[in-house]
């Protein structure tokens, strides 16, 4: 509701009540030979060399191309997938994901969240260059969920659970902004707010994974708690006169029970076990600055004014205490916050007019920590190298109705890289081609 008691004060307050169901099934079948049938061979289909286009692996000297096999043809798989091959071949569907079956219990998860909100706000135009905005938001979250835990026995034999867990949790969250209109063309924005991030439902997932002949575990964390955040910021805008403005602020988070991806050991009667889980940590705290430009030329001659350009930059640095226990003592290491890069860069040149446009962009995206491995310490964590892309668009307008467009993506065939600790030390690499797509698009009303 709002209320509007003087022409330089608003007052809003509300509530909101959210209701959220989930349920995940990952069910598959596969086709199997009938017993009275014969199964087909590979000799008996059609097949091509692999890949059939392009190298395979050509980046590290395809060191795997005398050991592969020829790949079975598009052509035959399509025809043993008919329904005619189907029946040929005496092709039978047979169910192996369930939620009661082992091979894919754990997938099988339903999740119940209600959110109770209330809040309130203010805002009260001072003079005619500062205006103040507080207010109050309080959320209460309750989560139900229910999910399986599989065992996979020594003895090679499979054991389903039913796993049922609640979670609860309230959140107070104030804020105050300030707004300064400096000039005609210059705002300067102050803030303060506390605001918070709730986990995911895969993450609370309570499905639990344990293979005991490879000693893994995966499992979710249905005792997850939110992130939650106060924020400091300072941000300055320049309007510029044309089409543009120009910005640049610093900002400041202080976090508390972070949710990162942990890999750590747990013994189990005696059996260490490797385990994979999202878990809380306890604080942690980001700061850096951006800047940032978009400018469309309109101010220069002829061709000229239908160039642009668009950019920006932003710097963060992070730090978070991750506790581990080395030869029984309990320790703290430095780390940074998982996921955040510390240097992000985007860039944009543009050229439109009435009928074309045309625009290329870079983005360049820092190394950043992507698993915390919290037992076996910082040399041993999981990094994600820097990766710099290039894209392209364009269009063209036929006339109020029809528009050709055309793009192209990863121009610069950007790796992506993984590694173990050290920048030497690789995990995992994988390399895109470009890809693209041309079209025409019509508006029909």
Same mark, same amino acid.
């Given at each position: =509701?709002?209320?509007?008691?003087?022409?330089?004060?608003?007052?809003?307050?509300?509530?909101?009540?959210i209701?959220?169901?989930?349920?995940?099934?990952?069910?598959?079948?596969?086709?199997?030979?009938?017993?009275?049938?014969?199964?087909?061979?590979?000799a008996?289909?059609?097949?091509?060399?692999?890949?059939?286009?392009?190298?395979?692996?050509?980046?590290?000297g395809?060191?795997?191309?005398?050991?592969?096999?020829?790949?079975?043809? =598009?052509?035959?798989?399509?025809q043993?997938?008919?329904?005619?091959?189907?029946?040929?071949n005496?092709?039978? !569907?047979?169910?192996?994901?369930?939620?009661?079956?082992?091979?894919?219990?754990?997938?099988?998860?339903?999740?119940?969240?209600?959110?109770?909100?209330?809040?309130?706000?203010?805002?009260?135009?001072?003079?005619?260059? %500062? #205006?103040?905005?507080?207010?109050?938001?309080?959320?209460?979250?309750?989560?139900?969920?229910?999910?399986?835990?599989?065992?996979?026995?020594?003895?090679?034999? #499979?054991?389903?659970?039913?796993?049922?867990?609640?979670?609860?949790?309230?959140?107070?969250?104030?804020?105050?902004?300030?707004?300064?209109?400096? *000039?005609?063309?210059?705002?300067?924005?102050? &803030?303060? *707010?506390?605001?918070?991030?709730?986990?995911?439902f895969?993450?609370?997932?309570?499905?639990?994974?344990?293979?005991?002949?490879?000693?893994?575990?995966?499992? /979710?964390?249905?005792? @997850?708690? !939110?992130?939650? &955040?106060?924020?400091?910021?300072?941000m300055?805008?320049?309007?510029?006169?044309?089409? /543009? =403005?120009?910005?640049? /602020?610093?900002?400041?988070?202080? @976090?508390?029970? @972070?949710?990162?991806?942990?890999?750590?050991?747990?013994?189990?009667?005696?059996?260490?076990?490797?385990?994979?889980? !999202?878990?809380?940590?306890?604080?942690?705290?980001?700061?850096?600055?951006?800047?940032?430009?978009?400018?469309?030329? #309109?101010? %220069?001659?002829?061709?000229?004014?239908?160039?642009?350009v668009?950019?920006?930059?932003?710097?963060?640095?992070?730090?978070?205490k991750?506790p581990?226990?080395?030869?029984?003592?309990?320790?703290?290491?430095?780390?940074?916050?998982?996921?955040?890069?510390?240097?992000?860069?985007?860039?944009?040149?543009?050229?439109?007019?009435?009928?074309?446009?045309?625009?290329? &962009?870079?983005?360049?995206? /820092?190394?950043?920590?992507?698993?915390?491995?919290?037992?076996?310490?910082?040399?041993?964590?999981?990094?994600?190298?820097?990766?710099?892309?290039?894209?392209?668009?364009?269009?063209y307008?036929?006339?109020?109705?029809f528009?050709?467009?055309?793009?192209?993506?990863?121009i *610069?065939?950007? !790796?992506?890289?993984y590694?173990?600790?050290?920048?030497?030390?690789?995990?995992?690499a994988?390399?895109?081609?470009?890809r693209?797509?041309?079209?025409?698009?019509?508006? %029909?009303?």
């Amino acid at each position: =509701m709002k209320y509007t008691p003087s022409n330089s004060l608003i007052v809003k307050f509300g509530g909101k009540f959210i209701h959220k169901d989930k349920q995940v099934e990952n069910p598959y079948s596969i086709y199997v030979a009938g017993i009275s049938g014969a199964a087909p061979t590979l000799a008996s289909l059609g097949t091509e060399p692999y890949p059939y286009r392009g190298g395979f692996l050509t980046e590290i000297g395809s060191p795997y191309n005398n050991v592969l096999i020829d790949q079975v043809a =598009m052509a035959s798989v399509r025809q043993l997938a008919s329904p005619e091959g189907i029946a040929e071949n005496k092709l039978y !569907p047979f169910r192996v994901d369930s939620a009661s079956n082992a091979s894919g219990a754990a997938n099988y998860y339903s999740g119940k969240e209600n959110v109770y909100a209330i809040y309130g706000s203010a805002e009260f135009k001072l003079t005619e260059q %500062l #205006t103040i905005i507080g207010g109050i938001r309080n959320e209460y979250n309750k989560v139900t969920f229910s999910g399986n835990k599989v065992s996979t026995l020594a003895d090679k034999s #499979t054991k389903v659970e039913a796993i049922n867990q609640d979670n609860s949790y309230n959140a107070f969250l104030p804020m105050l902004h300030v707004k300064i209109n400096a *000039t005609k063309n210059d705002i300067i924005r102050l &803030a303060f *707010t506390r605001s918070f991030t709730r986990p995911d439902f895969g993450s609370l997932n309570p499905g639990t994974t344990q293979d005991d002949i490879n000693r893994v575990i995966t499992r /979710g964390n249905p005792n @997850l708690k !939110p992130t939650f &955040a106060s924020n400091f910021d300072l941000m300055a805008e320049h309007y510029f006169g044309g089409i /543009g =403005m120009f910005s640049a /602020g610093a900002f400041y988070k202080k @976090l508390s029970n @972070l949710i990162y991806s942990n890999q750590s050991t747990q013994d189990i009667d005696g059996v260490l076990f490797n385990v994979n889980e !999202p878990k809380n940590l306890q604080n942690a705290w980001l700061l850096g600055f951006e800047a940032g430009i978009s400018k469309r030329f #309109t101010e %220069l001659p002829g061709i000229w004014k239908g160039f642009g350009v668009d950019a920006n930059y932003t710097y963060t640095d992070s730090k978070a205490k991750v506790p581990r226990f080395d030869k029984g003592k309990l320790i703290e290491d430095e780390s940074v916050i998982p996921k955040q890069a510390k240097h992000l860069f985007n860039v944009s040149f543009i050229y439109e007019n009435s009928k074309f446009m045309a625009r290329i &962009a870079g983005n360049y995206k /820092g190394k950043y920590l992507d698993a915390i491995r919290q037992v076996a310490g910082p040399e041993h964590y999981r990094w994600y190298s820097s990766n710099f892309s290039v894209d392209f668009s364009s269009s063209y307008s036929i006339n109020s109705k029809f528009r050709l467009f055309a793009e192209l993506n990863n121009i *610069t065939g950007a !790796p992506v890289r993984y590694y173990h600790g050290v920048y030497d030390r690789a995990e995992q690499a994988e390399w895109y081609s470009v890809r693209g797509q041309v079209g025409i698009s019509a508006k %029909l009303f």
